[in-house]
């Protein structure tokens, strides 16, 4: 098993759609950089609170991609973070079961054993492929916005009381990013594995790429319709929207789990690879 680990994760982090989902969530995070960052940092420079002391300067917490909800950077790159989880290692298995692959690996590994690891090193490097572009917008963030604790007054996002950690955001702003982040490499995570659970049900390789991508899109306009939007997990990922319901964010973990966990097992030992 720790050798099958070991070689999935290295294919999995090597990949070319590894560095072309960083790319593309890199470039999403450096346009709101440059649209939002750079002119909040020009603005302090200006000294502009001085003659309105009644607004409060820009901080990372409310500043960052997922900070607040009026840019559209954000928006869009929370969007597609079904189509950046997928990219490295998603459709990985469907490709070793198409190119032939899987005999070879189940005449020397137990089928059960490169399952795991497949599962693992998918989970990993969808997370990966999510996060560290929001971890590179957090940073540069912290270089240009002065790390202020979040007014509760005239706050920059709707963040208050009825939100869940709201007195961490407001006592300590990293840790409640910290939180996020870990938050979205779990859902970057789950959604790669979505791939890997729909590996068997189509012939075609790019119907079983974008099915992580159709299922957030159809719970995102379901919630919408439903006026339940806070509950579409475009929103939920973003700090700046905050949770209002915990059990929303555990339901939406354990079953993208344990769902695409078991459904991945059960019909992988099951497919016939010869």
Not at 62 to 86: C, D, H, K, Q, R
Not at 179 to 207: N, P, R
Request: aromatic share 16%; charged share 10%.
């Amino acid at each position: 098993m720790k050798q099958i680990l070991k070689i999935e994760i290295s294919r999995a982090f090597r990949t070319k759609g590894m560095l072309f989902s960083l790319i593309g969530g890199c470039v999403l995070s450096v346009l709101h950089i440059i649209q939002y960052q750079i002119p909040a940092h020009q603005t302090l420079l200006q000294r502009a609170f001085e003659t309105a002391p009644i607004w409060t300067p820009p901080n990372v917490a409310g500043t960052w991609i997922a900070g607040n909800g009026y840019n559209l950077e954000g928006f869009a790159y929370f969007l597609v973070v079904p189509i950046l989880a997928m990219l490295p290692y998603g459709v990985s298995y469907f490709s070793d079961q198409e190119q032939g692959v899987l005999k070879n690996i189940y005449m020397r590994v137990k089928r059960r054993d490169y399952l795991k690891a497949k599962y693992i090193a998918t989970f990993l490097s969808g997370g990966f492929a999510v996060t560290v572009p929001l971890l590179i917008n957090v940073l540069c963030c912290m270089c240009l916005v002065p790390n202020l604790l979040p007014s509760t007054i005239l706050p920059q996002n709707g963040i208050c009381a009825v939100y869940v950690w709201n007195e961490i955001y407001f006592s300590n702003p990293l840790l409640y990013i910290a939180i996020f982040l870990l938050i979205d490499f779990c859902f970057g995570g789950i959604f790669a594995c979505v791939t890997l659970a729909a590996s068997f049900l189509s012939d075609y390789k790019m119907v079983v790429a974008i099915c992580p991508f159709f299922l957030q899109l159809l719970l995102h306009v379901a919630c919408t319709l439903l006026n339940i939007w806070e509950y579409s997990s475009v929103y939920v990922m973003q700090a700046g929207y905050g949770i209002k319901q915990i059990w929303v964010l555990i339901a939406y973990l354990i079953i993208g789990f344990f769902g695409t966990f078991f459904i991945f097992m059960y019909k992988g030992e099951r497919t016939d690879a010869f």
